[in-house]
Every structure is written in C-alpha cells, then in structure tokens.
C-alpha cells in the first residue's frame, strides 16, 4: 500500500486549500482512511476520518471548517479545509487502515498559514 498526499502550500489566513491522498498497490475498500496533523514538538493529532461507505467524522474544534471526503473508485481521500487560521499549520499526513486493523501511513504535506 502506498499513499501519496499532495495539496499543501502557503496560504493566507481565511483561505482555503483542499489536500488529496491517492491511495494505491491494495485491491480492499479500506474500512477507514483519516487525516493526521503534526507540528513540531506535538503528538500527531487526528483531524478526521472517514470510513468506507462515507461516514465521517472530524475532531470537534475543525468540523465547522474542514470536511473530508474519497473516492474509493479513485481511491483518493480529501480534505477540503475553509477559513484557515495559523493555528490550522502543520505537517498533514493520511492514513489507511487495511481490512486487517494495519494502518498505513503516506509521507505529510505542508500546509503554512500566514496571518
């Protein structure tokens, strides 16, 4: 399994930017697949998740701003995050967790936000 996320970048506070995360090398509709958040010196944070018939749910300080998405005939997993505020940077990661319960991790994006 392989998961490539892309999307991240600088953007001014209050923009937008919506991360991708294209999965591939499994033939499974993975039960869960998330976002993870990191920033220096802090655990990895849980921003959402999204379950393989399109339940989602989003830590409760983001759900407002932030919504994730896939396409498991794409097998790409989104997350459009609105309104960003320097507190919303970091290095954003996605992971898959195979039918199994092995959870698999792509490498991060940036995402700046500049006030």
């Known amino acids: 399994v392989q998961l490539q996320a892309s999307g991240g970048g600088l953007v001014q506070a209050g923009g937008s930017l919506r991360l991708s995360c294209a999965a591939s090398?499994?033939?499974?509709?993975?039960?869960?697949m998330g976002w993870y958040r990191q920033v220096p010196g802090q655990q990895r944070e849980l921003v959402a998740i999204?379950?393989?018939?399109?339940?989602?749910r989003s830590a409760d300080s983001l759900k407002d701003r932030f919504t994730i998405s896939r396409d498991n005939a794409k097998n790409t997993m989104y997350l459009q995050m609105n309104s960003l505020k320097p507190e919303d940077a970091g290095t954003y990661y996605c992971?898959?967790?195979?039918?199994?319960?092995?959870?698999?991790w792509g490498e991060g994006t940036q995402v700046t936000v500049s006030s």
């Open positions: 090398g499994f033939q499974f509709v993975s039960p869960f």
């Open positions: 999204i379950t393989g018939d399109g339940t989602s």
């Open positions: 992971a898959l967790m195979d039918p199994d319960g092995k959870t698999y």
